[in-house]
């Protein structure tokens, strides 16, 4: 019962925010007053908007699974950035092509709801990206001789080790302190 409650309650704070940040939104882009004249039935430009919006949703969703299930998390990440910079681009332009506020029929309520839900999709599917990096992946990945020679995670998960075109040294393990000589002690006395 508490459990209930207390979802119901988060729901309703959530659907407030999103409403409070599409009327933002309406407010910056001069848009939030509504039209003289209620232009009924569907528009082209309410059609546009209103799948904008439901690529906005669907990857939203793929942001919230990527977070909560570790075995698709890659693939579903990358569907919710990309499906977000689109909603969210789209949803720019149909509220920068519109020349009315709501009811004008130019779908600038399914426009300002795209561009929230796509940079909340793209928020989510860039904090399951971090989540999918190993540590080591990670360590590797920010030495500056892994920047300078093209390394990759490939090379990594191989086992094999690469040498640096800028120093002849072998890149073999994330481990390694910086100005340590990658190959170990043995490596570096038969040098």
Same mark, same amino acid.
């Given at each position: 019962?508490?459990?209930?409650?207390?979802l119901?309650f988060?729901?309703l704070?959530?659907l407030?925010l999103?409403?409070?940040?599409?009327?933002l939104?309406l407010?910056?882009?001069?848009?939030?007053?509504?039209?003289?004249?209620?232009?009924y039935g569907?528009?082209a430009?309410?059609?546009?908007a209103?799948?904008?919006a439901?690529? &906005?949703?669907?990857?939203?969703?793929?942001? &919230?699974?990527?977070l909560?299930?570790?075995?698709n998390?890659?693939? &579903?990440?990358?569907?919710?950035v990309?499906?977000?910079l689109?909603?969210?681009?789209n949803g720019?332009l149909?509220?920068a092509?519109?020349?009315?506020?709501?009811?004008?029929?130019?779908?600038?309520?399914?426009g300002?709801?795209?561009?929230?839900?796509?940079?909340l999709?793209?928020?989510?599917?860039?904090?399951?990206?971090a989540?999918s990096r190993t540590?080591?992946?990670?360590a590797?990945?920010?030495?500056? &001789?892994?920047?300078?020679?093209?390394?990759?995670?490939?090379?990594?998960?191989?086992?094999?080790?690469r040498?640096?075109?800028h120093t002849g040294t072998t890149?073999?393990?994330a481990?390694?302190?910086?100005?340590?000589?990658?190959?170990?002690a043995?490596g570096?006395e038969?040098?």
């Open positions: 019962m508490k459990r209930t409650i207390v119901t988060a729901a704070a959530a407030a999103f409403a409070g940040l599409v009327h939104v407010v910056a882009t001069h848009r939030s007053e509504p039209a003289a004249a209620t232009v569907v528009t430009r309410r059609v546009w209103a799948i904008v439901a690529v &906005a949703l669907a990857s939203v969703i793929a942001g &919230a699974v990527a909560a299930r570790p075995a998390r890659f693939a &579903a990440a990358i569907v919710a990309l499906g977000g689109i909603a969210a681009i720019g149909v509220l092509v519109a020349n009315g506020g709501p009811g004008s029929g130019n779908g600038v309520i399914g300002a709801g795209a561009l929230v839900l796509g940079g999709a793209v928020v989510l599917g860039r904090l399951a990206l989540r540590p080591s992946e990670v590797v990945l920010s030495t500056p &001789a892994a920047h300078l020679s093209g390394f990759s995670t490939d090379v990594l998960r191989s086992g094999q080790g040498t640096a075109p890149i073999a393990d481990t390694t302190n910086p100005g340590e000589d990658p190959r170990g043995s570096a038969s040098s």
